[in-house]
């Protein structure tokens, strides 16, 4: 008894040589016949100009598992009934994939944030080149209605000074 290794995952071709001898020849019929613990497939073979028999058998992936099972070749001739070989056919995948997952714990992640604060800007304090005096304050007041202040040698009003504290330019 051989050994037939087949992919379980792939179409096979098995081809056989099968020679029938006799006085009165019928038309024959060949089919292989697989043959499990509580099971059994049965796949037709087809004679070629060449004498040999093909015998294609599909993927068997979802049907069976890997493993060996018995195997005969079998001829029918009207009404005889012929086993001229038996063997062992071993069926396994062609490529094998397997993956797992693998889980890590969830590491924290850093973090950063950022903000923007604004500060009020510091206005900077209007220099009066002199201070005058309330009598002479009253004089000035008198002849120059607006003049409030003096800044770097000019007088100011009060106009003057609320453009330039609006405009930072002091």
Do not use: H, W
Not at 61 to 88: A, Q
Request: hydrophobic letters at 35%; glycine letters at 6%.
């Amino acid at each position: 008894m051989s050994n037939v290794d087949l992919y379980l995952d792939q179409e096979n071709e098995l081809r056989f040589k099968v020679s029938i001898a006799g006085s009165k020849l019928g038309t024959p019929k060949y089919r292989l016949a697989l043959e499990g613990k509580d099971l059994s497939y049965s796949f037709a073979g087809q004679q070629e100009d060449n004498g040999e028999v093909l015998f294609c058998v599909p993927s068997m992936k979802n049907v069976i598992k890997e493993g060996t099972y018995n195997t005969n070749l079998e001829v029918m001739i009207d009404d005889r009934y012929f086993i001229p070989l038996t063997f062992n056919t071993r069926f396994e995948e062609s490529v094998r994939i397997v993956a797992e997952s693998m889980s890590r714990p969830a590491q924290k992640k850093v973090g950063v944030s950022a903000s923007i604060v604004t500060a009020k800007q510091v206005q900077q304090p209007v220099r009066i080149a002199e201070v005058k005096s309330e009598k002479v304050r009253k004089q000035e007041q008198s002849s120059s209605k607006e003049s409030v202040a003096e800044f770097n040698g000019r007088s100011l009003t009060a106009s003057d000074l609320r453009e330039m504290i609006r405009s930072g330019k002091f």
